[in-house]
């Protein structure tokens, strides 16, 4: 099975505040280092070492091309991890990438750049729920109440268990994805995430396996204390192992 895995990492992260200095000025929050690394080839390496992904794209913005490029020679992966230029969007970004494609693709994965913690029995169980049935995310129940709110009033209190916080990856089959930017673009409508393109089709039912709290999205300074957290645990795990 060919398995392509889209970053769209050409976002100005403007949650994350203020700038930080970084290579070539100014840095987004996919930038920013982790442990001497940036945020984006944290979770680069996350997928080149799953097994089942044959290649990696990274959707960047023009002017950050050339120095990634030089960022990823020196990581040496065993698989190809090619880059494209983005768009004015997340989603004309992952388009960008789709096109680029080759049309044996089985699935193509789409996957925050900014997510470096997702594990490997995720990974497994969402490629494996795309492939019997066509389109998967990641996923968490919210185990805070959820409010329905207009102008600052609540009208209704939603039920925890009829709802799930959207993660990535998530999965689909190539030719359904494919479709769907067509469709969007055909339509003029712009989605939050990748599953609401495939939604719109009505051709699958898109599943949901279950994520991890600690797959967090890194969009505010704070969540930086917690990536570290998370990175210190695991390099005192692979030293007790």
């Known amino acids: 099975m060919k398995i392509s895995v889209i970053l769209p990492a050409a976002g100005l992260g403007t949650r994350m505040g203020r700038a930080v200095p970084e290579k070539g000025g100014i840095s987004r929050k996919q930038f920013m280092l982790l442990d001497g690394s940036p945020i ?5 390496r996350r997928f080149a070492s799953f097994p089942p992904v044959t290649e990696i794209v990274i959707a960047l913005r023009l002017e950050d091309m050339e120095w990634v490029r030089e ?3 020196q990581e040496h992966f065993d698989k190809p991890v090619r880059l494209v230029e ?3 969007s997340r989603q004309n970004s992952v388009e960008n990438a789709v096109a680029t494609l080759a049309p044996d693709t089985d699935l193509v994965a789409v996957h925050d750049a900014v997510r470096p913690f997702i594990d ?3 990974l497994e169980k969402v490629f494996a729920e795309a492939s019997a049935n066509g389109a998967a995310i990641v996923g968490i129940v919210p185990v805070d109440t959820v409010k329905q709110v207009h102008r600052n009033k609540i009208r209704a209190t939603l039920p925890r268990e009829r709802l799930i916080l959207a993660q990535t990856p998530q999965v689909f089959r190539y030719d359904l994805l494919r479709k769907a930017f067509e469709r ?11 599953s609401s393109l495939v939604e719109r089709l009505e051709q699958v039912e898109v599943s949901v396996v279950p994520g991890s709290d600690r797959n967090i999205k890194i969009t505010k300074p704070s969540d930086m204390d917690l990536a570290r957290l998370f990175l210190a645990e695991e390099s005192a795990s692979r030293v007790a192992s």
């Not at 984006?40 to 680069?44: A, E, G």
């Not at 969007?184 to 990748?194: I, K, N, Q, V, Y």
């Open 40 to 44: 984006l080839i944290h979770t680069v």
């Open 71 to 73: 960022m990823l020679a």
């Open 86 to 88: 983005g768009g004015d």
């Open 120 to 122: 490997q029995a995720a």
């Open 184 to 194: 969007a673009r055909e339509d003029s409508f712009l989605g939050t995430d990748e």
